[in-house]
């Protein structure tokens, strides 16, 4: 019987209907199978829930999960994908597609995502009656002990900090966008418009369409067994699945910034050719581009963020102490390069302007324009395709 696209759906026994499915990708994960079925058993004691394994695995991995559906008490299914489209994340597209039940969990198949958080997730759902819930690492008492590293943790929070700088509103109450654990309630997800790639399928979910969402904190844990399957083409992936969903905002902040390089710029070799000193020359360039950008990206990049929590002199103070700073230092920079390496000071600045573009779109879209939080109590419902939170306020808050 087919479930997916290119996989077969075996029934382990469970009944045609399910409150809750747990949506499980894995990919050579044998190791984990019989563990991970036997806690989510325990966890899940009194729910009607089954467990649905797409597997992309080219070792055992698909005879292990037989093995556990023939004898398990939870129902067991397999979805075994003859081509892997997608990776993870087509891989639980593929999930969501075949699962049963009215909410579904998606964990991943190593142990890292505790079964033990189940219940609180699917209490905080039902309590809320939020979209999404996720399983955050970054808020209240969650931690990221679990990743490999200080070099992980760290690309971790980077690459978090990049993608609700690319989506501020959407992923406003997220502060875990990379994680791989949380609750959906497939009924109000528009599959049709996802385009699932690499890792992060929760950054798919959220920035394709409106959905509410509140966090719970959880432990990230050490893998069960096996080997993390993190490598640096994923990280490219990533990087490539953001442009591709976030072009828009970064677009015209990409545009001023631009012209604001060619105004400082030329100011800069106007008032040389004057016969100023290059180094004044590059503090005047400076501010007056500071003070024109932020004009324009009030206009043009975040005007519909302008409500947020800072007022007008606020983000206008914020966004000039920011930038001050990062060109007080990026003009120390220039000078001992100009005077040790490079003696064109037009040149050094082009390089240096171009270096810090990225940090400071993070600044402005986290700090500068950092939209508002909904309460929790706030978060409503909405119709199935994507729903909308509440702010404080009362008045519905849309943007992307």
């Known amino acids: 019987m087919s479930a997916a696209a290119g996989g077969t759906d075996e029934d382990g026994g469970g009944s045609r209907g399910a409150e809750v499915t747990v949506v499980v990708p894995t990919f050579n994960e044998g190791p984990n199978v019989d563990e991970l079925v036997r806690r989510l058993t325990v966890a899940l004691d009194g729910v ?126 997220v502060s875990d966008p990379m994680t791989g654990f949380f609750v959906v ?45 993190a490598t640096v083409s994923n990280g490219l992936r990533y990087v490539q699945q953001l442009v591709l969903l976030r072009f828009g905002r970064l677009s015209p902040f990409a545009l001023i910034g631009a012209l604001g390089a060619v105004l400082n710029l030329a100011i800069l070799a106007g008032l040389q050719s004057a016969g100023v000193h290059y180094l004044p020359a590059v503090v005047a360039a400076n ?65 240096l302007i171009l270096v810090a573009f990225v940090v400071r779109f993070v600044f402005q879209a986290q700090v500068v324009y950092r939209p508002r939080r909904a309460e929790r109590s706030a978060v409503v419902p909405g119709a199935p395709g994507g729903t909308i939170g509440v702010e404080p306020g009362g008045s519905a808050r849309e943007g992307v």
Request: net charge neutral; aromatic share 8%.
């Open 185 to 229: 309630r497939p009924a109000r997800v528009d599959l049709s418009v996802l385009r699932p790639r690499g890792f992060k399928i929760l950054l798919e979910l959220l920035a394709r369409q409106r959905l509410s969402v509140v966090e719970e904190p959880f432990v990230f844990g050490e893998r069960f067994a096996g080997r993390s399957k």
């Open 287 to 351: 501010v007056l581009t500071i003070v024109t950008n932020f004009w324009l990206q009030e206009r043009f990049v975040f005007a519909d963020l302008r409500d947020g929590v800072h007022g007008f002199w606020g983000r206008f103070g914020r966004s000039f102490a920011f930038n001050g700073t990062e060109a007080a230092l990026r003009t120390l920079l220039l000078w001992w390069i100009v005077e040790r390496a490079v003696p064109h000071p037009e040149i050094v600045q082009a390089a």
């Open 48 to 173: 009607d829930a089954e467990v649905l394994f797409v597997d992309d695995s080219t070792d055992d991995t698909p005879d292990v999960v037989r093995r556990r559906a023939a004898v398990a008490d939870l129902p067991v299914r397999l979805v075994h994908r003859a081509e892997p489209v997608g990776g993870l994340s087509g891989a639980v597209v593929d999930g969501l597609r075949a699962a049963r039940g009215e909410l579904v969990v998606v964990m991943d198949g190593d142990l890292q995502h505790p079964p033990e958080m189940v219940p609180a997730l699917l209490a905080a759902a039902a309590e809320t009656g939020a979209d999404v819930v996720v399983a955050s690492r970054y808020t209240g008492k969650g931690d990221a002990g679990g990743l490999d590293g200080p070099w992980r943790k760290a690309v971790s929070r980077v690459s978090g900090l990049l993608a609700r700088s690319m989506f501020p509103v959407r992923l406003r109450e």
